[in-house]
């Protein structure tokens, strides 16, 4: 290859070109150098036309604007922006590339800006939020004190969301005391034990992840509270919950466990181990980060539920601890109740509540995440 | 070895073969039978549960015939409680939430598969995730006081440009003086767009999953062919993930028709029968049973119930067919080496 460079010296360079492969010198101190060009990077051409191309897309669309065409508003101004300049892009590639570059700059730009959007929606989401449900927060009353007595037009200096927040422990406490034991020891018997009855099992738990929240809650206003006559109760809500959850959790745990790898398995049994050690000492404990993942994620997602718990708790505005005793809140349900109040200062406390059970679960979702780090790393 | 210890012994006994099959020690025994139990009793659980629901719709369906799933009205003081209407907006509202949601959540995995530097991917994938984790309730509020006045003011443009469409159509004068804003808020599109939030994060980890693992072998072909990024995409990744499209959908879809608060929060409800997305007043399924769980006798319960196990049914199918197609996309997963 290197002689091959030596006598025709004009392949080493090279024109910069779009799309080419320049053949790499295998010898480097027997031929002139040059740089290397990075395949994923864009030219500096290329760079400075993605440039023009925008700051001429923004001055049209503000020509167009307003001043052309009687449009208003920063929505209208953002999609003509957008609109104008994935035109010139492809008219600007179009000078010098043919028709296969043109179409790949389009859909670049167009998978970038939907990506983008799609960030932006997420962004949004929780900076509104946050931004809607500051006030309260400033307040060390509203961690700490209950709704009791508290009008609607009480300043937030008075009444908090403290029993929403034990509320949504207790019932989800709860929830996960049942659901986790019954829905790891389930994945268990599916994964270790097998055979023809697990296969059933198994179809049944796939088929009901698919029961809506809402049904699961139904499903337990009926039985327990119109069916038993019990009343309406954290136990209750806790119950839903659960039954929303189990599926869930068992479904998640399955999955984590048949990736354990079988050797290690097979390790501990030509050891001489017992099955049960074998899944007590080696296939838990590896599948652990995993299970802790999934369990977290349940968690998250039981938290923010809030239609199971609409149908089944009642909605209590003073502190309850007991689960078994009356109503009770939950910081979804705060939510829901307050913010179709039309009163403004509730309606404020409502947008705390979520900021309060947006950073609970964020909380939730980054232990997951810091849980399930260590198997990717060893992978 | 024991080839020459049996001839130096030729008078030693015969080995047997040990008996493979050894019994399972109490502790064994005591592990298979308790998971066992643990397993029946969560199966009891689950299939009670749907078990229920279906024993649930049997006196609805007696009563009222299956008429019920095509009347509009549900008026219990009538005695006239039917689906059909919650049926339609249910779908109605799935439709736009997909509307949105399908080309968002495929760009946004074409994105993060093929187009995102690779040290910023483990991060985007885990924002994904977390879109998936975030609170129904908080779209909800999203889409209520954020989304709403953008989409109303987007739904009335469409309606004056595109309003020879019926599905466009609303019942009011487009180009008034006084914008009828209200007319405008409260539908099945803004509901739509706060659903397609969390559809899209549904969909977009499966299709994102299927393109990360399109062949390399063919991919790198494909660019050593001279192909740009964009060919590589359209003539590898897209036909290889296309399973995962269809599944990931159809994955968000049956969350699309599940999703109760956001929908709640949002719509005004009404029972007319329309396809009107863009006007105010829909329902669905579980806005129905949101709604009217409080004050229903146990004939309407039941007739609640039958709701529930009618919407119960249609994601199962879903799913399963959104399982069934994701699964058989991945089978030639390994046919490139």
Known sequence: MSIDLEENPTVATPRPVRTSVRAEPSSADSVPMHERRLLSRSTAEQRFELIGCWVAAVALAWLVCGRLMPWHGPLVFTVVTVVLGVVLLAVITAVDAGWPEVVDRIV????????????????????????????????????????????????????????????????????????????????????????????????????????????????????????????????????????????????????????????????????????????????????????????????????????????????????????????????????????RSGEPIYIERAYGAAAILLAIVLVLFVTARLLARPRKGSR | MSTTLRSALPEAEEDEPRDLWIDESGSDRAFVLGSRAIAATVLAVTAGIGLFL???????????????????????????????????????????????????????????????????????????????????????????????????????????????????????????????????????????????????????????????????????????????????????????????????TMLGLGRALGETIAVVLIISPSFDLKVKPLEIGTNSISGLIAGRFGEATSLQLQALLTAGFVLFLITLGINTLAAMVVARSRSGQGADA
């Open chain 2, 54 to 248: 279906a024993f649930s719709a049997v006196p609805t369906f007696g009563r009222y015939g299956f008429g019920f799933l095509t009347e509009t009205q549900w008026q219990p003081e009538a005695d006239v409680l039917g689906i059909g209407a919650v049926l339609v907006g249910t779908f109605t509202i799935a439709a736009v939430a997909l509307l949105f949601a399908f080309p968002l959540s495929l760009l946004t995995a074409l994105y993060i598969a093929e187009y995102a530097p690779a040290r910023i991917k483990a991060t985007l994938v885990s924002l994904v995730d977390l879109m998936a984790a975030v609170p129904s309730i908080i779209y909800g509020l999203w889409g209520f006081t954020l989304v709403q006045p953008h989409a109303s003011r987007f739904a009335l443009w469409l309606h004056q440009h595109l309003g020879f469409i019926p599905f466009f159509r609303v019942d009011a004068d487009p180009n008034a003086a006084v914008w009828e804003q209200t007319r405008y808020t409260a539908s099945a599109f803004i509901a739509g767009i706060a659903v397609a939030m969390m559809v899209i994060p549904m969909a977009c980890a499966v299709m994102q999953q299927v393109f990360s693992q399109a062949p390399p072998g063919e991919r790198e072909a494909a660019f050593a062919l001279g192909a740009t990024h964009w060919g590589v995409v359209r003539t590898v990744v897209l036909p290889f993930g296309k399973g995962g499209i269809i599944g990931g």
């Open chain 1, 108 to 339: 670049t730009t167009v998978i970038t800006l939907a990506a983008g959007l799609v960030g932006l929606a997420l962004v949004s989401t929780v900076l509104f939020i946050f931004a809607k449900g500051y006030r309260p927060l400033m307040h060390l009353n509203t961690f700490v004190d209950d709704m009791s007595g508290v009008g609607p037009r009480d300043p937030l200096d008075r009444g908090g969301v403290a029993h929403a927040i034990v509320g949504s422990l207790i019932e989800v406490g709860i929830a996960i005391l049942v659901a986790i034991p019954l829905g790891i020891g389930t994945a268990v018997y599916m994964t270790e034990v097998g055979g023809r009855f697990a296969r059933v099992v198994r179809t049944v738990v796939e088929a009901m992840t698919a029961l809506p929240s809402i049904v699961a809650g139904l499903f337990i206003y009926t039985t327990l509270i119109v069916g038993l006559g019990l009343p309406r109760s954290g136990l209750a809500a806790a119950m839903a919950l659960g039954v929303m959850m189990l599926p869930i959790i068992a479904r998640a745990s399955d999955v984590v466990l048949r990736v354990v790898p079988g050797n290690l398995r097979e390790a501990s049994l030509a050891l001489g181990a017992s099955r049960w050690s074998t899944v007590w000492h080696i296939v838990l404990p590896t599948a652990r980060p995993g299970l802790a993942t999934a369990v977290i994620l349940g968690v998250a997602r039981g938290i923010g539920e809030t239609s199971p718990v609409l149908l089944t708790s009642g909605a209590a505005t003073f502190m309850v601890t007991n689960p078994t005793e009356g109503v009770m809140n939950s910081l979804p349900l705060f939510i829901f109740s307050t913010v």
